[in-house]
C-alpha cells in the first residue's frame, strides 16, 4: 500500500478508487498547500498528484526520498522541475486529451465575448442605463470572415482552428521557432490566439515588440500559460491603442491583485483560468491522474507521461 498526497480535493469519483487501494491523504482546504505544506506532505509520501499551483522543485524532491511517480493535474506541467526528476528516474504525468475540446471552446468564447463587447453590454444592460436600441451602441469586430493567428499548433491550437472554421476565418499559424512566420501572423491577424507551453522560450514572448506589429484593431486571447505574455506591455498596449482589446483565461501571477494596473487597462476581459472548467473535462482530468498514479506506485510506465521526460 502506497502513500500519497493529493493537493485539492478533485471532481469525480476516480480518486474514491485511489483510497480504495493505498492510503491517500488529501488537502482539505479551498487554497492551494503553501510550499512548505507541500513539501511536509510529500516528504513520506510515494505518490504526489499536484496542480498546476503546486511547485515541485528540485529542494522538494530531494526532500522526498520515497517518492516514485508525479500526477499533475493539467496538460502542462512548467510547475514541475522535469530535470530534478529524471535524475530520480520519478516519472511525471499530466492529463492530455481531456481538456482540449473544453479549453478551446473557452478560447472562442472569449474572442467572441471580446469581438462583440459582451461584458460591458451586459452590465449596461443590467445596470438599468439600457433605454433604447442605440445603432451606435457596443460597435464590435466581425469574427465571420476575420483573420485568426494561432501560436502554438498543439492539440487546443488545432481544435481552436476546427471553430475557427465553422466561421469562414482565415487561419493563420505557427510555432515559436520561426520568427518570421510569428511576425507576419501578428501583423496580419485580427485575433492573435496564444496556445503554447511555458518554457524559458515562451517566457514573455508577447511583449511590446509583438504589441507592435499587431493591428490597432487586434484582440489578443491568451488561455495558456500567463507569463507568455508581458504583462506591463500588455497593459501599455490597451492604455496605448496599439491593440484593440484582450481577453486572458490566465495571468501572472494567479489571481491577478486587487491593485495590479493591469485591471486599469481598458478593453480588458480575464477570467479565473477556468479553460477545462466542464464537469466532463474535470472528471477525465481526474481518472488520468489516478491511472498516472496507479501505475507509478506499481513501477509500470505511465499510460500519460511527459513527452520531454527521458530516462538513460
Known sequence: MARIFVTRELPGTA???LKGSHDVTIWPELLPPSYEQLRE???GAHALLTLLTDRVD???IAASPQLRVIAN???GYDNIDIDACSARQIPVGNTPDALTEATADLTFALLMA???RIPEAATFAHSGQWQTWDPGGFLGADVGGATLGIIGLGRIGQAVARRA???GMEVLTTETRDQHNLEHLLRRSDFVSIHLPLTSGTRGLIGADAFALMKPTAILINTARGPIVDR???AQALHTGQIAAAALDVTSP?????DDPLWQAPNLLVVPHIGSATWSARERMTEIAVENILAGVEGKPLPYQVPSQLFD
Not at 494567479?254 to 486587487?258: A, F, G, Q, R, T
Open 232 to 234: 506591463e506591455a500588455l
Open 73 to 75: 493535474y493539467a496538460v
Open 41 to 43: 506532505g510529500a516528504a
Open 15 to 17: 480518486l474514491a478508487r
Open 165 to 167: 472554421s465553422g466561421f
Open 58 to 60: 528540485a529542494e522538494l
Open 254 to 258: 494567479e489571481p491577478l491583485p486587487k
Open 114 to 116: 471580446a469581438a462583440r
